[in-house]
């Protein structure tokens, strides 16, 4: 009998003696829950940090992180003040905003919070933005991704010897996982992680309340949405079904949280909070272009006119000029703009307003209702080209160096085009902006002043939570959208 015939023996024989032995292991693994309590899982926690980190890089390759280096390092500090005071404070947490619109928030085991940028914007103070980094900790703390996937899979007692005897397989759990993201942990979890949240906030110094606004912000953003446009709003991982108004046991958990004095509240400066929500963009993105276009599109509000740059490079701004660049600045593209003094063949402008007299692998341009000419300055070996584009000549010139082609740089003269319409909000975003109002001033007045699309009035009460009658008050700092 040779090795592999042994080996073979050896592993029917096992299958056939599992139940005992299972059995005994299931018990030993009823682990303690970091936050009380046992609980059954099947998941180590060196295992969890690593589903983790592999599903936190699939995150970031599927989604645009929003790229504002200060409010990171804000929401971070915040993150990591709550992370401290939780019952996994060893864990190396990751806070990330993500660029979208959509009002949500999420967590990965193993340390991995994920906040989007449209929620942001609805928040009002600091203890509202760590009540929802301690709510989604609370899910991580609770390892609340780990026990619903242990459930799943540990549905009949062979599912759970198999899951012994062949051991976790970190890859059938991204569906379960992920899969929670979206739906919500349902409600006892949800209302679980509400609670360490809470929890969380009286440890590190803000009043557990927050908790509580956090919740009316996101009931009157989904009573908004179903009043405006008849459909159900994308909700922040089912908190919206596991939490109605005025929900009891959601003031008792907040309330076992405890009570803060004045005294005793942390001190958090509302003027960074506002510093810092300041520039916050409302609604799309350019990053996310063309309906989540994820390459490297620029917009040029100021003279109406977008293109690709190569994924992956740089841009400095001047007021008629960019210059796109590679990471070691070798390949370049600058783009310029000039008034049009004499109506010409493009052609004819390289060669007698750019001094150009020798171009090869010259050839005309006509793109997007656009005319130009293109090629390679013999002199420098520069890519040259001319588009016209109303009273303007674009000049754009560049090089690759060795790590790219004279095609690559075709390719993003090719992409210049007119910004179209449906574009605009892309080309220059509306932002988030304070003013102090002196008490005559209404929702009513400002909306008449804003750049928001639609519902100007209602969308300014949401951002400030007023909805859905307050006014502001004198001297109160408030948000507009310009």
Same mark, same amino acid.
Request: charge should be negative; charged fraction near 20%.
């Given at each position: 009998?040779?090795? &592999?015939?042994?080996?073979?023996?050896?592993?029917?024989?096992?299958?056939?003696?599992?139940?005992?032995?299972?059995?005994?292991?299931?018990?030993?693994?009823?682990?303690?829950?970091?936050?009380?309590?046992?609980?059954?899982?099947?998941?180590?926690?060196?295992?969890? #940090?690593?589903?983790?980190?592999?599903?936190?890089?699939?995150?970031?390759?599927?989604?645009?992180?929003?790229?504002?280096?200060?409010?990171?390092?804000?929401?971070?500090?915040?993150?990591?003040?709550?992370?401290?005071?939780?019952?996994?404070?060893?864990?190396?947490?990751?806070?990330?905003?993500?660029?979208?619109?959509?009002?949500?928030?999420?967590?990965?085991?193993?340390?991995?919070?994920?906040?989007?940028?449209?929620?942001?914007?609805?928040?009002?103070?600091?203890?509202?933005?760590?009540?929802?980094?301690?709510?989604?900790?609370?899910?991580?703390?609770?390892?609340?991704?780990?026990?619903?996937?242990?459930?799943?899979?540990?549905?009949?007692?062979?599912?759970?010897?198999?899951?012994?005897?062949?051991?976790?397989?970190?890859?059938?759990?991204?569906?379960?996982?992920?899969?929670?993201?979206?739906?919500?942990?349902?409600?006892?979890?949800?209302?679980?992680?509400?609670?360490?949240?809470?929890?969380?906030?009286?440890?590190?110094?803000?009043?557990?309340?927050?908790?509580?606004?956090?919740?009316?912000?996101?009931?009157?953003?989904?009573?908004?949405?179903?009043?405006?446009?008849?459909?159900?709003?994308?909700?922040?991982?089912?908190?919206?079904?596991?939490?109605?108004?005025?929900?009891?046991?959601?003031?008792?958990?907040?309330?076992?949280?405890?009570?803060?004095?004045?005294?005793? &509240?942390?001190?958090?400066?509302?003027?960074?909070?506002?510093?810092?929500?300041?520039?916050?963009?409302?609604?799309?993105?350019?990053?996310?272009?063309?309906?989540?276009?994820?390459?490297?599109?620029?917009?040029?509000?100021?003279?109406?006119?977008?293109?690709?740059?190569?994924?992956?490079?740089?841009?400095?701004?001047?007021?008629?000029?960019?210059?796109?660049?590679?990471?070691?600045?070798?390949?370049?593209?600058?783009?310029?703009?000039?008034?049009?003094?004499?109506?010409?063949?493009?052609?004819?402008?390289?060669?007698?307003?750019?001094?150009?007299?020798?171009?090869?692998?010259?050839?005309?341009?006509?793109?997007?209702?656009?005319?130009?000419?293109?090629? &390679?300055?013999?002199?420098?070996?520069?890519?040259?080209?001319?588009?016209?584009?109303?009273?303007?000549?674009?000049?754009?010139?560049?090089?690759?160096?060795?790590?790219?082609?004279?095609? &690559?740089?075709?390719?993003?003269?090719?992409?210049?085009?007119?910004?179209?319409?449906?574009?605009?909000?892309?080309?220059?975003?509306?932002?988030?902006?304070?003013?102090?109002?002196?008490?005559?001033?209404?929702?009513?007045?400002?909306?008449?002043?804003?750049?928001?699309?639609?519902?100007?009035?209602?969308?300014?009460?949401?951002?400030?939570?007023?909805?859905?009658?307050?006014?502001?008050?004198?001297?109160?700092? #408030?948000?507009?959208?310009?």
């Amino acid at each position: 009998m040779n090795s &592999i015939q042994r080996l073979s023996m050896k592993s029917r024989s096992l299958r056939f003696i599992f139940p005992v032995a299972v059995i005994t292991a299931v018990l030993a693994s009823c682990a303690g829950n970091p936050t009380g309590g046992a609980n059954f899982v099947l998941m180590s926690e060196n295992a969890e #940090i690593e589903k983790g980190l592999e599903l936190h890089l699939e995150m970031l390759e599927q989604n645009q992180i929003y790229e504002d280096p200060e409010m990171q390092a804000y929401v971070e500090k915040i993150g990591q003040k709550m992370a401290a005071v939780s019952h996994r404070p060893e864990l190396d947490y990751v806070f990330t905003i993500i660029d979208s619109p959509d009002i949500n928030a999420f967590a990965l085991p193993g340390g991995f919070v994920y906040v989007n940028r449209g929620l942001l914007t609805y928040l009002n103070s600091e203890a509202q933005l760590a009540a929802v980094l301690g709510h989604e900790i609370g899910h991580i703390t609770a390892r609340h991704a780990v026990r619903q996937q242990t459930a799943a899979r540990s549905a009949s007692a062979a599912s759970i010897a198999l899951i012994f005897v062949t051991g976790v397989d970190l890859r059938e759990t991204t569906s379960l996982i992920s899969g929670a993201l979206i739906s919500g942990y349902g409600r006892d979890m949800e209302l679980e992680a509400d609670s360490l949240g809470a929890e969380y906030l009286f440890n590190a110094g803000y009043s557990p309340l927050a908790m509580v606004e956090v919740i009316e912000v996101l009931k009157n953003h989904e009573d908004f949405t179903k009043r405006t446009s008849n459909r159900t709003a994308v909700s922040y991982h089912g908190l919206f079904a596991s939490h109605p108004r005025n929900d009891t046991r959601l003031q008792e958990v907040v309330g076992k949280a405890g009570t803060l004095s004045d005294q005793q &509240i942390v001190s958090s400066d509302p003027t960074e909070f506002r510093q810092q929500m300041t520039g916050l963009i409302v609604g799309p993105s350019p990053q996310n272009a063309s309906g989540g276009d994820q390459r490297n599109r620029y917009y040029q509000s100021l003279f109406n006119y977008t293109m690709l740059f190569p994924e992956g490079w740089g841009k400095e701004e001047t007021t008629t000029t960019v210059v796109g660049s590679s990471i070691d600045s070798e390949s370049y593209i600058r783009v310029e703009a000039r008034r049009i003094q004499q109506a010409k063949d493009p052609r004819l402008y390289i060669r007698e307003d750019l001094g150009i007299p020798d171009l090869q692998r010259s050839e005309a341009l006509s793109q997007f209702g656009l005319t130009g000419y293109t090629g &390679i300055n013999s002199a420098s070996q520069e890519r040259v080209a001319v588009l016209y584009l109303g009273p303007r000549a674009f000049i754009l010139s560049g090089k690759a160096g060795e790590d790219y082609s004279d095609e &690559i740089l075709m390719e993003s003269v090719r992409s210049f085009r007119p910004i179209a319409r449906n574009e605009m909000l892309f080309a220059n975003p509306v932002q988030i902006t304070y003013v102090q109002t002196n008490g005559a001033i209404t929702y009513a007045d400002l909306a008449r002043q804003t750049r928001l699309p639609e519902h100007q009035e209602d969308m300014l009460r949401l951002l400030n939570g007023d909805y859905p009658f307050g006014e502001p008050e004198a001297g109160e700092w #408030i948000k507009i959208a310009n």
